[in-house]
């Protein structure tokens, strides 16, 4: 079983950028593909970015491509996720999850449809977002 831990969430104001981190341990970090979600409250949970560890592929919802970065860092065992131009619909709690292999997501045609919570094994405890002037 692999234990994930979230942090760098903060207040920040609209336009702004987080750095937010996935420590991973309990397993070998290179099998596995990281996710982060988030859950607005009242809104169902969403995944918004992936990466592959082994191969660097990444993935991104259409809401965040070009504003957000998924990242891994390898000899320190965590996934990191840049948001760039925070916007107050970002406000939400962020969770990173795992999955065995690669990334799990559904297609719509060529593009990415959904990265999809029923794909992901292990879970954070989430580290909160709020994006307020």
């Known amino acids: 079983e692999v234990q994930l831990v979230e942090s760098g969430g903060a207040l920040v104001q609209p336009g702004g950028s987080l750095r937010l981190s996935c420590a991973a341990s309990?397993?070998?970090?290179?099998?596995?593909?990281i996710a982060w979600f988030r859950q607005a409250p009242g809104k169902e949970r969403e995944g918004i970015s992936c990466?592959?560890?082994?191969?660097?592929?990444?993935y991104y919802l259409s809401s965040v491509k070009g504003r957000f970065t998924i990242s891994a860092d390898r000899a320190k065992n965590t996934v990191y996720l840049q948001a760039d131009g925070l916007k107050p619909e970002d406000t939400a709690d962020y969770y990173c999850?795992?999955?065995?292999?690669?990334?799990?997501?559904?297609?719509?045609?060529?593009?990415?449809?959904?990265?999809?919570?029923?794909?992901?094994?292990?879970w954070g405890q989430g580290t909160q977002v709020t994006v307020s002037a």
């Open positions: 999850a795992d999955t065995i292999n690669r990334c799990a997501w559904v297609s719509e045609g060529r593009r990415l449809r959904q990265i999809p919570a029923w794909g992901y094994e292990d």
């Open positions: 990466i592959t560890i082994s191969n660097g592929d990444t």
């Open positions: 309990g397993a070998t970090f290179d099998d596995y593909a």
